[in-house]
T-cell receptor, first 117, second 115 residues
Framework: AQSVSQHNHHVILSEAASLELGCNYS??????LFWYVQYPGQHLQLLLK??????LVKGIKGFEAEFIKSKFSFNLRKPSVQWSDTAEYFC???????????????FGGGTRVLVKP | GAGVSQSPSNKVTEKGKDVELRCDPI?????LYWYRQSLGQGLEFLIY????????KSGLPSDRFSAERTGGSVSTLTIQRTQQEDSAVYLC?????????????FGPGTRLTVT
């Protein structure tokens, strides 16, 4: 079965530090990749997505992610975090299939990020 | 524009009772998804509707769970004979297409507590 792994469950860092969150998936076919963020008390929001093309994708709020197909990875990065980046981050994978079914997202377990002011 | 809305935002019910959770997708979105977010299991897919196609029910955890989507818009998730392990946040998402560009937009969720 397809799975998505996020290596860190909790990350604590100070403002201006760099952030990198790992994400690996197990499916060998063509995939679409996403990072979602859930700020405290808010609903899931899309940070960035990868469908094809340049493996380095840029999202909102200064986030970027790199798709490395050979490593089945899609790590999220931000060079300098702010206190407002405190949130839970979820990696998600969607298999690219032709038929209508199979469009569900499979999520990683999430990483809680706490940025200390 | 209006996003995905869900109601109620919170629901407390007694074990054994039935509950209905409602989702209003973004207008014009053809695909609708239900997920469940719980402490022990993370975010899990439950069911997916796309237009008039048969829904993908592969994520429903038991036959106590069912969902329907009327008129290709509003969806209701029903849980019969609720159990304590059903306590979770139930999330609805919609997307403009089921295809490769169909990123999903999530609602705020319904927090279900079974006592």
């Amino acid at each position: 079965a397809q799975s998505v792994s996020q290596h860190n469950h909790h990350v604590i860092l100070s403002e201006a530090a760099s952030l990198e969150l790992g994400c690996n998936y197990s499916y060998g076919g063509t995939v679409n990749l996403f990072w979602y963020v859930q700020y405290p008390g808010q609903h899931l929001q899309l940070l960035l997505k990868y469908f094809s093309g340049d493996p380095l994708v840029k999202g909102i709020k200064g986030f970027e992610a790199e798709f490395i197909k050979s490593k089945f990875s899609f790590n999220l990065r931000k060079p300098s975090v702010q206190w407002s980046d405190t949130a839970e981050y979820f990696c998600a994978v969607k298999r690219e299939v032709i038929k209508a079914a199979g469009n569900k997202l499979t999520f990683g377990g999430g990483t809680r990020v706490l940025v200390k002011p | 524009g209006a996003g995905v809305s869900q109601s109620p935002s919170n629901k407390v019910t007694e074990k054994g009772k039935d509950v209905e959770l409602r989702c209003d997708p973004i207008s014009g979105h053809t695909a609708l998804y239900w997920y469940r977010q719980s402490l022990g299991q993370g975010l899990e897919f439950l069911i997916y509707f796309q237009g008039n196609s048969a829904p993908d029910k592969s994520g429903l955890p038991s036959d106590r769970f069912s969902a329907e989507r009327t008129g290709g818009s509003v969806s209701t998730l029903t849980i019969q004979r609720t159990q304590q392990e059903d306590s979770a946040v139930y999330l609805c998402a919609s997307s403009p297409t089921s295809g490769r560009q169909g990123e999903q937009y999530f609602g705020p969720g319904t927090r279900l507590t079974v006592t």
